[in-house]
């Protein structure tokens, strides 16, 4: 089966938001602490993954329309570029603010793909 740059355009954006959140998710289950009573504990693990909420409601407005949700998955890798500091280290911003940014653009280049293959099969 041959991967058209279509269906690539359309799927990876798609997949690199999807994992992302996965990652960031991870990152919540330094919540849980022996400290704290279960109900403390899950208070905190559901605080710490509102960052991942916001990237699958951004995902989930992309989805139907690209250009918008490209905007706001850009939106929020500045978003996490600011608030997080990942400008201060490469590594930090390669792993949490490159993969928007990079998804974003991809959205919004997949649907200006989309509606220039559309003109040219009208002509």
Do not use: C
């Not at 850009?74 to 911003?93: A, D, E």
Request: proline share 3%; aromatic share 20%.
């Amino acid at each position: 089966m041959k991967l058209m740059p279509s269906t690539f355009l359309t799927w990876f954006p798609r997949i690199l938001t999807f994992i992302f959140a996965g990652f960031i998710s991870v990152f919540a289950l330094d919540a849980f602490d022996a400290q704290y009573s279960f109900l403390q504990q899950f208070g905190h693990f559901l605080i710490h993954l509102i960052p991942t909420a916001a990237v699958l409601i951004a995902l989930r407005v992309a989805w139907y329309h690209r250009i918008i949700g490209g905007l706001a998955i850009m939106m929020l890798g500045m978003v996490f570029t600011i608030y997080f500091y990942t400008w201060r280290q490469t590594s930090s911003f390669l792993m949490f603010s490159m993969p928007l940014f990079v998804a974003g653009v991809l959205f919004i280049f997949s649907r200006y793909s989309e509606l220039q293959s559309r003109k040219n099969k009208t002509l």
